[in-house]
């Protein structure tokens, strides 16, 4: 019952802006870390940012560091504002959840939504 579903990808062009979303559903969500993963072509699936259920502790992947903001928006969603954006985002960018933070940054989160398509041009 536990489902993660993303919106928001699209077309960027480089230096430009733009605004993920996940919207959670199933219970105890609001007991959930949540954080994003993205996926290039050919490439491993890597970590972006994560946030406690709470809100406000965060952590980023040193390639989005400073360009990349995590937000809880409410106990059942999270999204990912991504600015200054590179030809290098592009990837498919999936939410996951997970009561367990450390599990959610390894990889490891126990549900994860179908992804969204991001792609910037250059």
């Known amino acids: 019952q536990v489902q993660l579903v993303e919106s928001g990808g699209g077309l960027a062009e480089a230096g430009g802006s733009l605004r993920l979303s996940c919207a959670a559903s199933?219970?105890?969500?609001?007991?959930?870390?949540m954080g994003w993963f993205r996926q290039a072509p050919g490439k491993e699936r890597t970590f972006v940012a994560v946030?406690?259920?709470?809100?406000?502790?965060t952590s980023y992947a040193d390639s989005v560091k400073g360009r990349f903001t995590i937000s809880r928006d409410n106990a059942n969603a999270v999204s990912l504002q991504m600015n200054s954006l590179k030809a290098e985002d592009t990837a498919v960018y999936f939410c996951?959840?997970?009561?367990?933070?450390?599990?959610?940054?390894?990889?490891?989160?126990?549900?994860w939504g179908q992804g969204t398509q991001v792609t910037v041009s250059s």
């Open positions: 946030i406690y259920r709470s809100g406000g502790t």
């Open positions: 199933g219970p105890s969500i609001a007991a959930y870390r």
């Open positions: 996951a959840a997970d009561p367990i933070y450390s599990r959610i940054v390894s990889g490891r989160a126990a549900y």
